[in-house]
């Protein structure tokens, strides 16, 4: 909590309201024997270190490299992702639709903030907010001109708004220049807002 | 429920904020709040429509202002005293009441690697013939339920074509308020952007939105 004075000497800074109360919430629930703490530390580290958009990077890097897994990630996304071992919470159903020279996909979740956590891990800020939310249906030009990417009219902008428990990953397109990479440095190439469908890969 | 929630096609937030190297969690309590959501949703005591319809219903001045962690806060604190799991006067103080038996929790921590959630305790493999089939044209219904639901606004009364059929859901309106689960086959549903917004749309540009049939007319 800010204060009005300056930051130079050593009090504590008072904890939040919130802070409080979700600490009294977890001390009660604990005492309850309703949540075991050592789950609660399992989960936080679970999305903290070990999903992430590093899984998602490895399907798409593998698509990249094997047209035949590729064929069977856009008909069954959901079985071709488990084969890399990834599945589970928030991402049980999943659709994979394939950027192209000629069609951009772009995920939203107008209603709540709906993302594939097992492949691409907790959402960002941004993409729980009012302005991408509300923008990416009616305007999804402008809004990935905000993030630097200007699409020629001649492109179709697909937008999958997630109002379901399907959940969408966007294959981004192989870049020019990447042929000679392999799988692991392939992979290393594809970025989290390229899987959202707010960016391209870039070799 | 015409929610400030239901945001697609609303103008008026401005610009989108992405920051650069984003943590999974801004604050201790944030991830903390992730996790008790996980841990109580382990008792099944509420669906995830349940769920998301607590936090569509916050007053929309405190939809707002909250921000994403501070809303699940909220929703599991309600939920906890809905379903009984807690009290409201024990949410309050911290403390349980002298006369609360202590239970043993459903998730521990060895079994959070093969937790699963909302997607696989929705999808029901009820032989049920759907409605439509892919490329039939479809009418969104004009409806506006007070209660739950996964039609949004920009939708209602909009003409699109079937895409594919994504199999057998449980129905959110109804599950949402333990009205049984109605379980019916969702489509995935393209709409052109002009049919949505008019001449200002590109003219090759499309919105594809998950719909169940019961959100749904032949056209």
């Given at each position: 909590?800010?204060?009005?004075?300056?930051?130079d000497?050593?009090?504590?800074v008072?904890?939040?309201?919130?802070?409080?109360?979700?600490?009294?919430?977890?001390?009660?629930?604990?005492?309850?024997?309703?949540?075991?703490?050592a789950?609660?530390?399992?989960?936080?580290?679970?999305?903290?270190?070990?999903?992430?958009?590093?899984?998602?990077?490895?399907?798409?890097?593998?698509?990249?490299?094997?047209?035949?897994?590729?064929?069977?990630?856009?008909?069954d996304?959901?079985?071709?992702?488990?084969e890399?071992?990834?599945?589970?919470?928030?991402?049980?159903?999943?659709?994979?639709v394939?950027?192209?020279p000629?069609?951009?996909?772009?995920?939203?979740?107008t209603?709540?903030?709906?993302?594939?956590?097992?492949?691409?891990?907790?959402?960002?800020?941004?993409?729980?907010?009012?302005?991408?939310?509300?923008?990416?249906?009616?305007?999804?030009?402008?809004?990935?001109?905000?993030f630097?990417?200007?699409?020629a009219?001649?492109?179709?902008?697909r937008?999958?708004d997630s109002?379901?428990?399907?959940r969408?990953?966007?294959l981004?397109?192989?870049?020019?220049?990447?042929?000679?990479?392999?799988?692991?440095?392939?992979?290393?190439?594809?970025?989290?807002?390229?899987?959202?469908?707010?960016a391209?890969?870039?070799? | 429920?015409?929610?400030?929630?239901?945001?697609g096609?609303?103008?008026?937030?401005?610009?989108?904020?992405?920051?650069?190297?984003?943590?999974?969690?801004?604050?201790?309590?944030?991830?903390?709040?992730?996790?008790?959501?996980?841990a109580?949703?382990a008792?099944r005591?509420?669906?995830?429509d349940?769920?998301?319809?607590?936090?569509?219903?916050?007053?929309?001045?405190?939809?707002l202002?909250?921000?994403?962690?501070?809303?699940?806060?909220?929703?599991?604190?309600?939920?906890?005293?809905?379903?009984?799991?807690?009290?409201?006067?024990?949410?309050?103080?911290?403390?349980?009441a002298?006369?609360?038996?202590?239970?043993v929790?459903?998730l521990?921590a060895?079994?959070?690697?093969?937790?699963?959630?909302?997607?696989?305790?929705?999808k029901r493999?009820?032989?049920?013939?759907?409605?439509?089939?892919?490329?039939?044209?479809?009418r969104?219904?004009?409806?506006h339920?007070?209660?739950?639901?996964?039609?949004?606004?920009?939708?209602r009364?909009?003409?699109?074509?079937?895409?594919?059929?994504?199999?057998?859901?449980?129905?959110?309106?109804?599950?949402?308020?333990?009205?049984?689960?109605?379980?019916?086959?969702?489509?995935?549903?393209?709409?052109?952007?002009?049919?949505?917004?008019?001449?200002?749309?590109?003219?090759?540009?499309?919105?594809?939105?998950?719909?169940?049939?019961?959100?749904?007319?032949p056209?």
């Amino acid at each position: 909590m800010s204060t009005a004075h300056g930051h130079d000497h050593d009090h504590q800074v008072v904890p939040s309201d919130l802070t409080l109360r979700v600490k009294a919430l977890e001390s009660l629930l604990t005492e309850k024997g309703l949540v075991d703490p050592a789950a609660l530390d399992a989960l936080i580290d679970k999305y903290q270190h070990k999903v992430g958009p590093r899984n998602g990077a490895r399907v798409v890097a593998r698509a990249w490299i094997d047209p035949i897994y590729k064929q069977r990630l856009l008909t069954d996304g959901t079985a071709a992702m488990a084969e890399l071992g990834y599945g589970g919470a928030q991402g049980e159903h999943m659709v994979v639709v394939e950027n192209t020279p000629k069609v951009h996909n772009l995920i939203v979740c107008t209603l709540c903030s709906c993302y594939p956590w097992s492949v691409l891990g907790l959402p960002p800020v941004w993409y729980k907010s009012a302005p991408y939310r509300s923008r990416a249906v009616i305007d999804p030009r402008g809004v990935l001109r905000e993030f630097g990417l200007e699409l020629a009219d001649e492109t179709e902008v697909r937008v999958w708004d997630s109002t379901a428990e399907l959940r969408y990953l966007v294959l981004p397109e192989r870049p020019a220049g990447s042929e000679a990479l392999g799988e692991e440095s392939l992979a290393a190439l594809v970025t989290r807002d390229s899987m959202i469908g707010v960016a391209k890969v870039a070799a | 429920m015409n929610g400030v929630h239901d945001m697609g096609g609303m103008q008026d937030f401005g610009p989108v904020h992405p920051e650069p190297a984003e943590p999974a969690f801004h604050a201790p309590w944030e991830g903390r709040v992730f996790a008790l959501n996980q841990a109580a949703g382990a008792w099944r005591k509420w669906s995830v429509d349940a769920w998301r319809h607590k936090i569509e219903a916050l007053p929309p001045a405190d939809y707002l202002r909250m921000s994403y962690y501070e809303k699940w806060f909220a929703a599991v604190s309600e939920l906890l005293v809905d379903s009984e799991l807690a009290t409201r006067a024990e949410i309050e103080s911290g403390r349980p009441a002298p006369d609360s038996v202590k239970q043993v929790p459903v998730l521990s921590a060895d079994r959070v690697p093969l937790m699963r959630r909302s997607g696989e305790l929705s999808k029901r493999d009820d032989k049920i013939a759907p409605r439509f089939l892919p490329g039939h044209h479809v009418r969104a219904r004009n409806m506006h339920p007070a209660g739950h639901t996964r039609l949004p606004r920009y939708a209602r009364g909009k003409i699109g074509i079937v895409d594919r059929d994504h199999g057998v859901y449980v129905f959110p309106d109804t599950s949402a308020h333990a009205l049984g689960e109605d379980p019916q086959h969702v489509y995935s549903v393209r709409f052109a952007a002009r049919e949505l917004w008019g001449e200002q749309a590109s003219p090759r540009d499309a919105v594809y939105i998950d719909l169940w049939d019961n959100y749904l007319d032949p056209a």
